[in-house]
């Protein structure tokens, strides 16, 4: 991603995205799956990949092990692009707690088989419906993935533990995607070098 269209880029604050998600509550699925999007900041494939058996409840966590896409009109499930893009995210209790409840209440669906048996043309005419009704800002999907980095990055977690989080192979690939959204942290170093400095004196 070049500096311009990263700096093009576009996100929800947590706001807007609570804003957005009470619109989409009248539809299980796709409700579900923006949440897990927004807080685990995973690929859509990641997501349409996933089954009951890769959620963990006891150690709240998420394997992801696979991407789906379809071709032609064929679905596929591929193993992870590098080593990096396999690994294991840690969720938040009120998603696991989420996630279990939606799992409970799929019919017919086994520990194998894909939690989310939809599509992204579903997934993208939800987003536009929610969009709407909210009045939010206008998003795609992949932004719910910067959104997530966005909010880590506020909450100031590193750029490594950020890219090991979203599966990025090298960490320049997190550097060169969001530096443009670390500047603020620059000002905040400064005043606590300050701060370190009035003190020792």
């Known amino acids: 991603m070049g500096k311009s269209r990263a700096e093009e880029m576009s996100f929800w604050t947590v706001e807007e995205f609570k804003q957005f998600i009470d619109c989409v509550m009248d539809k299980r699925q796709p409700y579900m799956a923006f949440m897990v999007l ?8 990641e997501l349409l990949a996933l089954t009951a058996a890769d959620v963990d409840f006891e150690k709240r966590t998420i394997s992801i092990t696979k991407s789906y896409q379809c071709l ?6 591929t193993p992870p692009e590098t ?3 396999k690994r294991v995210i840690t969720i938040p209790e009120f998603l696991a707690a989420d996630i279990k409840d939606y799992i409970d209440n799929l019919y017919g669906v086994g520990e194998n088989d894909r939690m989310f048996p939809i599509t992204k043309y579903f997934l993208e005419h939800e ?11 206008k998003i795609r999907i992949h932004d719910l993935r910067h959104s997530h980095a966005s909010m880590l ?7 490594l533990e950020i890219a090991d989080r979203l599966g990025h192979e090298k960490v ?4 060169n995607t969001y530096s443009h959204l670390y500047p603020n942290k620059q000002a905040k170093l400064a005043d606590r070098l300050d701060s370190e400095n009035r003190e020792a004196m």
């Open 83 to 85: 080593s990096k893009t």
């Open 172 to 175: 320049e690939t997190t550097l």
């Open 72 to 77: 032609g009109k064929k679905d596929v499930i």
């Open 153 to 159: 990055i506020e909450l100031g977690f590193s750029p």
């Open 38 to 45: 927004n807080w685990t900041g995973i690929r859509l494939g």
């Open 127 to 137: 987003i536009k419906r929610g969009i709407k009704e909210s009045g939010v800002k």
